[in-house]
């Protein structure tokens, strides 16, 4: 941790904040967004397109709430989760990434992981909002979460703490990103430290989520929590690469000495983290080969059933070992080759995200029984309504990052 | 044991001839039960059954933890698929048309000698340690305190899904009338609470399939069926530790 830590007053804090927003911070935000008024015109173009990404995803998802998910979407009995969950554990997983890998920089004080950190944390608040926003068409009555959450918890439910903790951790965020803007670094620390703590407890019980469900045999154990937390820093250093590289591009500047060794660290920890996945893929595939029954065959359903192409084409080969490769052979400076292999690393993820949450629910619950019903592997197909929704996520997210290069112009951030 | 060497010897030889056929037959019953070669191998002996059937192990027999503890047993073998059980709960508890709350599943064996066909009630196993339970973040489904039923508060629900994909046994459905998950509570609110003593399904049933009842009463029939040995009793997807209290048997 940078210097020591001195608990500060609330008072402290109180007139700090009032100080930050006197008149030369709302000034030079006013600019800001008088810059963002004058945008070039291809940034636009960009933002005109994400905008109706938005607003036509908006209008299938409210269809769907109108309708009626059971009309609208492919989501079965048997499988109740779709691509909607596995969208939105891809959002969170991303967004944990995002805060664990920033913090690197400005909470532990490793000064190579500083100029990422604003634009990692506007990020992460940016991808957990676009999370839940998937996840708000995905549940039946949302705002019943709210309420019951609060009145009715059950403490031994992963899906309460979840909950409970990603609230949590959204409002750390997001006001860290708040201190990180006015320059209030040690307070953002304190905020960072809180967020990743918060972060870090709620994505291992998103995995705890499907890793105590023991009627599920693909999931149950340990190791979902666990790989939870480690895919989620190679989605995060993924996203920092390709949104850095797109910030840059969007702003129509260099990167700076600083910022340039900042991507080559963080090119180099993803290079690392794909190997540990790579490592953690193989041994779950290969422990999960001589398994109980069911567990032999969702493997076989991933590996040469009907998620084959999913796996050896988008997992393995689009997200693993070919960013991988080029990683390597960028050598960590090239940033536009690392810039495809972090598009090729979210891509690969995504599907990743998709096989993980199906996969564990294509064996039918009496399989074993050997009745007719559970002989074979049950399918899911997204819907259109469905897509629409992932469509509208992703949407968000662009729109929100777009909209924060330019207001925030480029999360300039000086080295302290 | 108290047996000396001169017991033994003045003992008269166990010869085949001195033992009646009802005796082997007996025995072999015992033996067969014992080994759990029932069904393709599926039963599990009895030395286990000990623990894994009976609902409550430490409580076996003496007391369970619930009264009255709702059970039910499935005479398997007696299951014609008429499906009266699956319509009576249609009409008792208004069940949709895209949902059940029972079902009966289908097993071919073409290569069986005799019949090929069987069939397998399932329903909600209201289990004495419930995975959806557990996971339900709002406590929208529970274990009643007092009967042990696993019940739906359905106003509770946020329809997160959870408990459908925690449920071992498919039990579970959303209801868009309900706007809630919904499934078997026995018949709590529909029978049960008005003095009716079986459920929907055990009463429309023709053949005697579903035997109902108190498993905490000595006297109950499915206590009588569930403590004895001469039968193989088992319960569906026994590694999963839920403790179910739906038994099932042949005979």
């Known amino acids: ?416 | 044991m108290n047996m000396n060497k001169t017991d033994l010897e003045t003992l008269k030889k166990d010869d085949i001839k001195t033992v009646s056929p009802i005796e082997r037959r007996e025995f072999l019953k015992i033996g067969l039960a014992i080994s759990g070669i029932f069904a393709g191998g599926t039963i599990l002996s009895v030395v286990s059954n000990m623990n894994k059937v009976f609902a409550s192990p430490e409580e076996f027999s003496e007391k369970y933890p619930y009264k009255p503890h709702y059970s039910m047993v499935i005479r398997q073998d007696r299951c014609i698929d008429c499906e009266l059980c699956m319509e009576a709960c249609v009409i008792t508890n208004n069940v949709p048309d895209y949902g059940y709350r029972t079902m009966i599943l289908e097993k071919e064996v073409p290569d069986a000698i005799g019949q090929k066909k069987e069939f397998i009630p399932v329903l909600c196993n209201h289990c004495n340690n419930p995975p959806c339970v557990r996971a339900c973040p709002t406590r929208a489904t529970y274990k009643d305190k007092k009967n042990g039923i696993v019940m739906m508060e359905y106003g509770k629900c946020i329809g997160c899904k959870t408990c459908v994909v925690a449920c071992p046994y498919n039990a579970r459905y959303f209801n868009e009338e309900k706007h809630s998950i919904d499934k078997c509570n026995f018949c709590f609110d529909t029978r049960l609470s008005k003095g009716e003593k079986l459920t929907a399904c055990a009463a429309a049933c023709p053949a005697g399939v579903r035997i109902f009842g108190e498993l905490s009463d000595v006297n109950s029939e499915v206590y009588k069926l569930i403590h004895q040995i001469a039968k193989p009793v088992w319960v569906l997807r026994p590694e999963i530790g839920a403790k179910p209290n739906i038994f099932y048997m042949k005979g």
Request: charged share 10%; net charge positive.
């Open chain 1, 1 to 416: 941790m940078p210097n020591e830590p001195k608990a500060p007053k609330v008072s402290e804090i109180a007139k700090d904040l009032a100080k930050s927003f006197d008149s030369s911070v709302v000034a030079s935000w006013y600019s800001n967004i008088v810059g963002f008024l004058s945008g070039s015109r291809s940034f636009y173009v960009l933002l005109a397109i994400t905008g109706l990404i938005v607003f036509v995803s908006s209008m299938a998802a409210l269809n769907a709430i109108n309708t009626g998910y059971r009309h609208t979407y492919n989501v079965t009995r048997e499988i109740p989760w779709g691509i909607l969950i596995s969208t939105y554990v891809f959002f969170v997983v991303t967004s944990t990434g995002l805060c664990i890998v920033s913090s690197i920089g400005h909470v532990f004080g490793l000064k190579d992981f500083m100029p990422i950190a604003k634009r990692s944390v506007f990020l992460s608040v940016v991808t957990i909002f676009g999370g839940f926003i998937v996840l708000f068409f995905d549940v039946e009555n949302p705002f019943r979460m709210a309420l019951y959450n609060v009145i009715s918890p059950n403490l031994t439910s992963n899906i309460w703490w979840m909950g409970t903790l990603y609230g949590a951790y959204m409002f750390f965020m997001a006001v860290e990103f708040v201190f990180l803007l006015i320059e209030k670094h040690k307070l953002a620390m304190y905020a960072g430290l809180s967020g990743l703590l918060s972060g870090i407890a709620a994505h291992s019980n998103l995995g705890a989520i499907f890793g105590m469900l023991h009627a599920r045999e693909y999931w149950y154990g340990p190791y979902m929590p666990i790989y939870f937390i480690l895919s989620a820093m190679a989605s995060g250093c993924a996203a920092i690469i390709f949104f850095t590289w797109l910030g840059y591009k969007v702003n129509n500047e260099r990167m700076d000495k600083p910022m340039e060794r900042a991507m080559e660290v963080v090119g180099k920890l993803s290079t690392l983290l794909l190997a540990v996945l790579m490592f953690f893929t193989t041994w779950k595939i290969i422990t999960g080969l001589v398994a109980s029954p069911g567990k032999v065959e969702a493997i076989k359903a991933l590996l040469t059933g009907p998620y084959a192409l999913n796996f050896w084409l988008f997992e393995v080969l689009i997200g693993m070992a070919g960013p991988f490769v080029l990683l390597l052979y960028s050598r960590w400076k090239n940033l536009g080759m690392m810039f495809t292999a972090s598009l090729l690393m979210i891509t690969g993820i995504f599907v990743m995200r998709y096989d993980l949450v199906v996969i564990g629910q294509v064996v039918p619950s009496y399989h074993d029984l050997g009745v007719k019903e559970s002989l074979h592997l049950l399918p899911y197909i997204p819907s259109f309504h469905e897509i629409m929704v992932v469509a509208g996520g992703f949407g968000v997210v662009a729109t929100a990052f777009l909209i924060g290069e330019k207001i925030f112009s480029g999360h300039k951030s000086e080295i302290h």
